[in-house]
């Protein structure tokens, strides 16, 4: 399974239902995607008194190989949204120390005092958060709705017609804004002509969980003579690793079998071997997933707006993506919300552009960082092919100590001055 088929295997389904009846309804505003930006979006709006409509194509909120890193300052954030202490009741891990790990030497690329990253599923996340929202009689959320086109009003965005399962209604939505937090294959983004500015690495992951505790917690990336493995540990009883293979070599890869996949994998990390035999046995629990990044040309129109990974297609490298979902989330709450307690008709593009002018510089330095991480990643593994072996080690080690080195750049999102903060004062409490 490849990580757009796993993204839109639901959403097959539904072109398959017959349409039946058509509903009207009205908001302010429609989120498009509960993804950590459209449920976090959805829940501050809901709780500032603005009517807002959520929308979900998967039946449940249930996902796999999504983001469970929430770096600093996401806990910080969640704490300002009055939901740290009922997400640390969820399972979750901390961590301080992370590492890139080449030839048995160990590069540090973080190392926190008093900040730390959370590891957590997302799934018990975005049900807290749509829970949360729940309490406002301003939020409506209908799951297993896809969204199907615009309505416009005098050439601006206007609301949305989506597909209701399993029942196949039609639901026309008009509201004063069309939030597109639909995630990498955005729909929103497609049907309003916006391109996505997608880049892809010369590299492929193919991702599989184990259900026990991870080999390390620490380890990000493990370079060896026979690969590299990135780690995205979850919990003390699952834990997640992803091979890189260069782009393309994936159909080779399974015909070797799924020993010689385990064999690999063990011998960049012996701690795996036993556990890798006994729980990973066919092709059919891996998913293929390409590491690409991108930058939309814009992420505005009349009456709509794009945020999250529909916006900036974050890649795994660096933990990234959370963070800058989240934090689109929180600026569109807070400068938009008092533009929506006033007035009414589609908010205009030139108020709508101030999102992305408040968001842009530091999500544009994120996103090209991750690209020449995936660039520096993606000549380590082509190099392996072309240098002779008693070079390779060398060469190997400049690699993934370049790439701890620019992991460790402080990324302009993630630092203190530039994070957004939930600007209280919005509420309504
Ligand atoms: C394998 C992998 C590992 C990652 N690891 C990390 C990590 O450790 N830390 C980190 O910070 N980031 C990580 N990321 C990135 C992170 O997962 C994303 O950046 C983040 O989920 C983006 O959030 P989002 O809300 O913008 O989009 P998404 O999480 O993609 O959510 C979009 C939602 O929109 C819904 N949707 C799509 N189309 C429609 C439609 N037509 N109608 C209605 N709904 C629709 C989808 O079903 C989905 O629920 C990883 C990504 C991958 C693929």
Known sequence: MTDESVDSAESDQAERIERTERTEQSADVVIVGAGPAGAVLGYLLARSGVETVLIERQRTLDREFRGYGFRPPLPRLFAEMDLLDAIEDLPHEVITQGTVVAYGKSYPVFDFDERYV?????????????????????????????????????????????????????????????????????????????????????IEVVWFRLPCAAADFTTHIRVEDEGVLVYSPLSERESQYGLLIPKGTYPALRDRGIADFRETVSAIEPALDGDIDEHLTSFDACSLL??????????????????????????????????????????????????????????????????????????????????????????????RDRIPDALEPTLLRGGAALMSLLARLPSRSSTDENETSVDRTLFVD
């Open 118 to 202: 959370l590891l957590l599923k997302q799934p018990p996340l975005l049900r807290l958060l749509i829970e949360r929202a729940r309490e406002y009689d301003t939020f409506t959320f209908h799951s297993g709705t896809t969204f199907d086109g615009f309505l416009r009003e005098d050439g601006s965005v206007a609301g949305i017609s989506a597909t209701s399962r399993p029942s196949g209604e039609t639901l026309e939505i008009r509201s004063r804004l069309v939030v597109g937090a639909d995630g990498r294959f955005s729909s929103t983004r497609k049907v309003a002509g916006i391109d996505s500015g997608m880049n892809e690495t010369g």
């Open 290 to 383: 390409s590491i690409r990044s991108g930058l939309a040309e814009r992420w505005t129109d009349d009456g709509f707006l794009l945020i999250g990974d529909a916006a900036h297609v974050a890649s795994p490298i660096g933990a990234e993506g959370n963070n800058l979902a989240i934090q689109d989330a929180l600026a569109v709450h807070r400068l938009l919300t008092p533009v929506l307690h006033r007035g009414d008709g589609p908010l205009p593009e030139r108020l709508l552009r101030r999102v992305e002018q408040v968001r842009r510089p530091a999500v544009e330095e994120t996103i090209r960082a991750q690209q020449s991480r995936g660039d520096g990643l993606s000549s380590l593994l082509s190099s």
